[in-house]
């Protein structure tokens, strides 16, 4: 419910009574939560059939009587549908953060085996774009965090690195645990970024003028997430980069015990 009240007054202006307006406003209380429901229920419904094209796009990609003209053409569904299957987790992701409802689910977990994960998931990628990437990951860095999230960060860079990168160039990814944190760098010899755009990188739906103009096709949403798990965790997220010679993200998280917020 919400009450409105106001006291009234006679001619000379004294007081003579009051008004109290009650209003019902469940439904549009209502109307607002369906409204945040609706984003979020039709990115989660688009991802089953899309996964599904993919995976039948994947296979029929590899089926021995194509000519190399309906491969071609099979091939760019595919990477189409993938792209797709990414805006549509962005969204997915932005529409059920909008409320802060993003939350972290907390175990003890070593952070470096988690960027060895993601360096490999992401070596594909890396290959068929002619990277080089270079790890240097020694020792287990155990803190307190949330496997899954710290996972979408990495995974997100990497994508990055891979995609604002040049064609041979390379990717170095780096953990340097000390005791109060740990430091994981991801660093890449692409595009870069200017000291203009860099205040707004982390930004929803920013993408830089380089981004904008290129055949790269991104939401502008991977990095702005990124960052709020980042500091869930009572890390941060952080860029540097020269325009034309790459760009090193740098995450940090702490090594102190963190409950999830
Ligand atoms: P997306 O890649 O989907 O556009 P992100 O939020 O991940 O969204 O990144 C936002 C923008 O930051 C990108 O559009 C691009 O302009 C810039 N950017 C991100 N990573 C890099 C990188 N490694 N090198 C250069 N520019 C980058």
Redesign the pocket.
């Known amino acids: 419910y919400s009450a409105t009240s106001r006291q009234t007054r006679n001619i000379d202006g004294e007081p003579d009574g009051g008004v109290v307006v009650v209003r019902d406003v469940t439904v549009e209380l209502e109307a607002v939560r369906a409204r945040e429901n609706l984003a979020a229920s039709v990115s989660h419904e688009l991802r089953t059939p899309l996964t599904s094209i993919i995976g039948f796009l994947e296979l029929a990609v590899d089926a021995p009587e194509l000519t190399s003209e309906t491969r071609r053409m099979l091939d760019i569904a595919a990477r189409n549908s993938e792209r797709m299957l990414g805006l549509v987790t962005d969204l997915l992701q932005t529409a059920s953060d909008k409320d802060g409802s993003l939350t972290l689910a907390i175990s003890s977990c070593d952070v470096a085996e988690l960027a060895r994960q993601a360096v490999e998931s992401s070596g594909l990628a890396a290959e068929q774009r002619g990277l080089t990437v270079v790890t240097s990951i020694d020792r287990p860095a155990v803190i307190n965090a949330d496997p899954f999230r710290i996972r979408q960060v990495l995974d ?1 860079l990497l994508s ?2 891979v ?2 990168n040049r064609t041979g160039g390379s990717i170095t990814v780096s953990v340097d645990a000390a005791d109060d944190a740990v430091r994981i760098d991801v660093t ?1 010899t ?4 200017s000291e203009a ?1 860099q205040a707004h ?1 982390f930004d929803r739906f ?3 003028g ?2 904008r103009r290129s055949d790269v096709v ?7 997430i990124s960052r709020d798990i980042a500091k869930l965790h009572g890390g941060s997220l952080s860029v540097t ?1 020269e325009v034309g010679v790459g ?1 090193t ?1 740098s995450l940090v998280l702490p090594v102190t015990t963190q409950e999830a917020a």
């Open positions: 997100n990055n690195a995609k604002y890449d692409g595009v870069g970024v755009d990188l920013f993408r830089a380089s981004a991104g939401t502008g949403l991977g990095l702005g980069s760009s993200f």
